[in-house]
C-alpha cells in the first residue's frame, strides 16, 4: 500500500532522541521506531489493518503500536519517485508464512537521512548475515512425494526475490545432475547452492564440490542450504530448525555460514563425502527397501523399522573403531563444553574462537588443493593398530550421524554437534525381545532414546565395517545405496561451509546436558 494521504505524506527524522532510530512521518503522528530486537511501526493505516476482529468484525481499539522482529525483515529500500519500501514476512501458521510489504512517501524529508535509517534497519534485520547472496538454486521436482517445484514458487522463490537475492535457477531432468553443476560451478560467480529436495541432492552436491581439483576452496566458499522438499529433510531439519519450506527460506535468507564436519568413504576403489549418516541393520533396510512405501512421505521409515522388528533380523559384522569418546557420560561432558564454549568471545566474523583456528587451519591449506588426504588409508589398507575390533553375530543396528534430526521426531544423534571433529555412533543389539525393540526405536520420538540402557553411543574419528556371513544387504550413506561390502570412514573436521540458523545446530542436546558438573 503507498500512502498518498497528506496525514502520512510528509516524512522527517525525529532529531531529538536518537537520530537515526526513529524515521517520523508527519511531525509524530505516524513512526517507525528501531528499538533493540524490533521494528516498531505506529501509523494509523497499520493499526486499522491490524485491528482485532471477530467474525470480521473490527472489535476494540486500534492498537497503539505493530512490531516487526528484524529475523522476519527481507529488505528496506528507498524508490526512485522517493517511495520507503519494507519487505517482510508474516506467519501465517507454523507452517506456512508469507512476504508483505509497508510502503510510505518520503514526501518532502531529506532523502539522505532516510537512507541511512534504512541502512541501520537492513544491519539489524540481517547482522552477521551476508545480504543478496548469490544463489544456484537446484531443485528435484520428484523429491518426496513431488511438490518441490510448487514449493518453490509458492513458498521460497517470493521470499528470496523479496530479499533481493540473486538467482539462477535449474530444475533438475535427472539423478546425478546436481553432481556435475557443483563439479563446473564457477565458485566465484556464487556465495551458496540452494537445494530444494530431499537430502539426497544435499549429498550430490557436497560430492560434485569433492570430485574438483580444487575441491577445498570449493567446500570453504560456496555455502550449501537445504529447502524441504523431500520426506525425511534432516539437513533443513538440523540447519533451519524446520522441515517446512517456507520458514526453512527464511531461515537460509537469514542463515550464517557455518563450517561442518563431512566424512570420506571408501569402498573397494571408490572415495565419497557423506554429510548426513552411514547405516547397516534396522535403519537403512527401513530407508532403503521401502522405496515402494514412498507414498507414504515420512511414515515409510516407521513401517519399515516395525517389519523388521518383528522379523527379528540381525546383521553379523565385524567392526573397527577409532574411539574418541567411549560412554554416554563422556559425550555428554564434551557436548557441554562445545556448547558452553559457543559463549565465548566471538571474532569479527561472529566465528567463535574455536571456529576462527579451525577456518584458520584450513585456510593455510594452497586453494586448488582437492580433498584432503586420507590420515587413516583406505579400506584396503592394513588397519591401524590402535583401533578396537569387536565382530558382532547379533547386531541390530549400526548408525553412524553427523547431524542430530534424521527426520521430523527422530532426533537419534542427540548429542551431534556441526564442527566438533568427531561422529556420532550409535549400536544395538538385534536380538531383543520384541516389546522392548518397539520401546527402543520409540524411546527416538519420547526423546528418551540417548538414555537407553540398549543403546551404545560413543563418538568416532574413524571406523571400518565389514559384513560378514551374508549374500547381499543394504548399507545406507546419507540415504543412498552403496554396494555391501566393507567401508571406511573418517571424518575431516570443518570441511563443508552450509548456512545455519544460529551456527550450531537446532536440536536441543542430549537430556539434562545442561547439569554436568
Ligand atoms: N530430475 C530428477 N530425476 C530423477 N532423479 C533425480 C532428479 N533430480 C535428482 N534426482 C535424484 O533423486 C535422488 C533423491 O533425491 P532427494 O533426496 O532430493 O529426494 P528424496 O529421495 O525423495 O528425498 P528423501 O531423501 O527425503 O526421501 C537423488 O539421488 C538425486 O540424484
Known amino acids: 500500500m503507498t500512502d498518498s494521504n497528506s496525514e502520512f505524506a510528509a516524512v522527517a527524522l525525529a532529531r531529538e532522541a536518537s537520530p537515526d532510530r526513529v524515521l517520523t512521518l508527519n511531525a509524530g503522528s505516524a513512526s517507525l521506531t528501531l528499538r533493540d530486537d524490533v521494528l516498531v511501526v505506529q501509523a494509523r493505516d497499520l493499526a486499522k489493518r491490524n485491528r482485532a476482529r471477530f467474525c470480521g468484525v473490527a472489535i476494540g481499539a486500534l492498537p497503539t503500536e505493530i512490531t516487526f522482529p528484524y529475523y522476519n525483515i527481507l529488505w528496506a529500500s528507498i524508490t526512485p519517485d522517493r517511495v520507503l519500501e519494507?519487505?517482510?514476512?508474516?506467519?501465517k501458521s507454523k507452517s506456512k508464512i508469507r512476504c508483505e510489504r509497508l510502503q510510505y512517501s518520503l514526501g518532502n524529508a531529506p532523502t539522505d537521512a532516510a537512507q541511512a535509517w534504512v541502512e541501520t534497519l537492513l544491519n539489524n534485520a540481517y547482522g552477521q548475515a551476508q545480504r543478496r547472496r548469490r544463489a544456484k538454486v537446484l531443485i528435484n521436482p520428484h523429491a518426496g512425494p513431488g511438490g518441490a517445484v510448487n514449493m518453490w514458487e509458492h513458498d521460497v522463490r517470493p521470499i528470496f526475490e523479496a530479499a533481493r537475492m540473486i538467482l539462477d535457477v535449474v530444475v533438475t531432468t535427472h539423478g546425478g545432475e546436481g553432481d556435475e553443476i557443483c563439479q563446473a560451478l564457477d565458485i566465484n560467480a556464487y556465495d551458496v547452492v540452494v537445494v530444494c529436495s530431499g537430502d539426497g541432492l544435499a549429498y550430490e552436491v557436497?560430492?560434485?564440490f569433492g570430485k574438483r581439483p580444487d575441491a577445498r576452496s570449493a567446500?570453504?566458499?560456496v555455502a550449501i542450504a537445504h529447502i524441504p522438499c523431500g520426506s525425511g529433510n534432516a539437513m533443513s531439519l538440523n540447519l533451519n530448525g524446520s522441515h517446512h519450506s517456507g520458514p526453512?527460506?527464511?531461515a537460509v535468507v537469514k542463515g550464517v555460514r557455518t563450517s561442518i564436519d563431512l566424512m570420506s568413504i571408501t569402498q573397494g576403489p571408490r572415495r565419497m563425502l557423506s554429510f548426513l549418516s552411514q547405516s547397516v541393520g534396522i535403519i537403512a533396510e527401513a530407508d532403503l527397501?521401502?522405496?515402494?512405501?514412498?507414498?507414504?512421505?515420512?511414515?515409510?521409515?516407521d513401517v519399515g523399522v516395525v517389519q523388521r522388528i518383528f522379523s527379528k533380523k540381525v546383521y553379523p559384522c565385524d567392526i573397527s573403531l577409532k574411539i574418541e569418546l567411549e560412554n554416554k557420560?563422556?559425550?555428554?561432558?564434551?557436548?557441554?563444553?562445545?556448547?558452553d564454549g559457543e559463549q565465548a568471545p566471538k571474532d569479527e566474523g561472529g566465528r567463535s574462537t574455536a571456529e576462527a583456528s579451525l577456518s584458520t587451519s584450513d585456510s593455510r591449506l594452497e586453494a586448488g588443493e582437492g580433498?584432503?588426504?586420507?590420515?587413516?588409508?583406505?579400506v584396503n589398507d592394513k588397519l591401524p593398530e590402535d583401533w578396537e575390533t569387536v565382530s558382532y553375530d547379533k547386531l541390530g543396528s549400526f548408525y553412524c550421524g553427523n547431524m542430530a534430526w534424521m527426520a521430523p521426531n527422530a532426533n537419534f544423534f542427540s548429542a551431534a554437534c556441526i564442527n566438533d571433529g568427531l561422529m556420532d555412533l550409535i549400536t544395538n543389539d538385534g536380538d531383543v525381545p520384541v516389546l522392548k525393540y518397539v520401546d527402543l526405536m520409540t524411546s527416538v520420538e519420547s526423546g528418551k532414546f540417548f538414555d537407553n540402557s540398549l543403546v551404545s553411543y560413543r563418538k568416532v574419528s574413524a571406523y571400518r565395517f565389514t559384513p560378514r556371513n551374508q549374500s547381499d544387504g543394504y548399507i545406507s550413506i546419507d540415504g543412498e545405496?552403496?554396494?555391501f561390502e566393507p567401508f571406511q570412514v573418517e571424518v575431516h573436521p570443518g570441511l563443508g561451509t552450509v548456512l545455519s540458523k544460529s551456527g550450531r545446530y537446532e536440536a536441543a542436546g542430549p537430556p539434562h546436558w545442561e547439569n554436568v558438573v
Not at 515402494?292 to 511414515?299: P, T
Open 86 to 91: 519494507i519487505d517482510y514476512t508474516t506467519e
Open 206 to 208: 557436497f560430492n560434485g
Open 219 to 221: 567446500l570453504q566458499k
Open 248 to 250: 526453512s527460506a527464511l
Open 289 to 301: 527397501a521401502t522405496e515402494h512405501l514412498r507414498w507414504l512421505g515420512s511414515m515409510r521409515f
Open 329 to 339: 557420560s563422556q559425550v555428554r561432558a564434551h557436548y557441554k563444553r562445545i556448547r
Open 371 to 378: 580433498l584432503p588426504p586420507l590420515r587413516f588409508g583406505t
Open 481 to 483: 545405496r552403496i554396494p
